[in-house]
Structure formats: structure tokens, C-alpha cells
């Protein structure tokens, strides 16, 4: 009954932006950090940027991969139970496959659970 829903992907061109989102359900949102990882044929699965959340926490804490620092953004809501990622500054080497994660906090019962999306296309292209 865990479902991670992607949308937002298709075909962007160099220097332009997209959004990705995520809406999860089966899951206690608040016990788990959300974030993003892709994949691509000739590279394993990569971090991307990660959404840290606590209970008590006002926003979660972002972090991101060294090859997206700068351009891309990372965003939690819990009422909407969504996370997003701002694609800008879009460049060739970002085309992958985008895979939303959750990954459940170790302060909650949620501790030792992942729940993986099915997977979302993102081709950046002239």
C-alpha cells in the first residue's frame, strides 16, 4: 500500500529548468527524510539532494550532491505529503532516470525502512 508518485519529467533544453514532485501515501510522512537519486546507463544510482526532517523541526534541512550544488532545489511539505525538486541551469549530463526516496527516520518507528518511486525520465537536449 507504500506509494512514491513522480511527476513532472519529460524533455527540458540546456540552461532551462524543470520541477519534479513526489506525493507519497502508506506512509507517516513526518517520520521519514525525503529525498531525490537518479540513475543513468553508464552510472550506478546517485544522491541527488535530500529534504532532513525531525518532528518539531519549522523546515526541513536540505542537502545536496556536489554536481547539482548551486542549481537545483529541494522542497518538503507535509500537508501536501510532497517533496519537489527544482531543476534549473538544466545541463546535458542531468538527463537520468529520477527516483523519489523515503527514508525513514531513526528516531521514529519508521527507523530501517526505504520506500522507492517507480522512477521518472528527465532528458535534457537542444
Known amino acids: 500500500q507504500v506509494r512514491l508518485v513522480e511527476s513532472g519529467g519529460g524533455l527540458v533544453q540546456p540552461g532551462g529548468s524543470l520541477t519534479l514532485s513526489c506525493v507519497a501515501s502508506?506512509?507517516?510522512?513526518?517520520?521519514?527524510?525525503m529525498s531525490w537519486y537518479r540513475r543513468t546507463p553508464g552510472e550506478g544510482r546517485e544522491f541527488v539532494a535530500r529534504?532532513?526532517?525531525?518532528?518539531?523541526?519549522?523546515?526541513?534541512?536540505?542537502e545536496y550532491a556536489d554536481s547539482v550544488q548551486g542549481r537545483f532545489q529541494i522542497s518538503r511539505d507535509s500537508k501536501k505529503r510532497g517533496v519537489y525538486l527544482q531543476m534549473n541551469d538544466a545541463k546535458v549530463n542531468d538527463t537520468a532516470v529520477y527516483f523519489c526516496?523515503?527514508?525513514?527516520?531513526?528516531?521514529?518507528?519508521?527507523?530501517?525502512?526505504?520506500?522507492w518511486g517507480q522512477g521518472i525520465q528527465v532528458t535534457v537536449s537542444s
Open positions: 526516496c523515503a527514508e525513514g527516520s531513526i528516531y521514529t518507528n519508521a527507523r530501517g525502512r526505504t520506500y
Open positions: 502508506g506512509i507517516v510522512f513526518d517520520s521519514y527524510h
Open positions: 529534504a532532513r526532517y525531525e518532528r518539531g523541526m519549522r523546515e526541513a534541512i536540505p
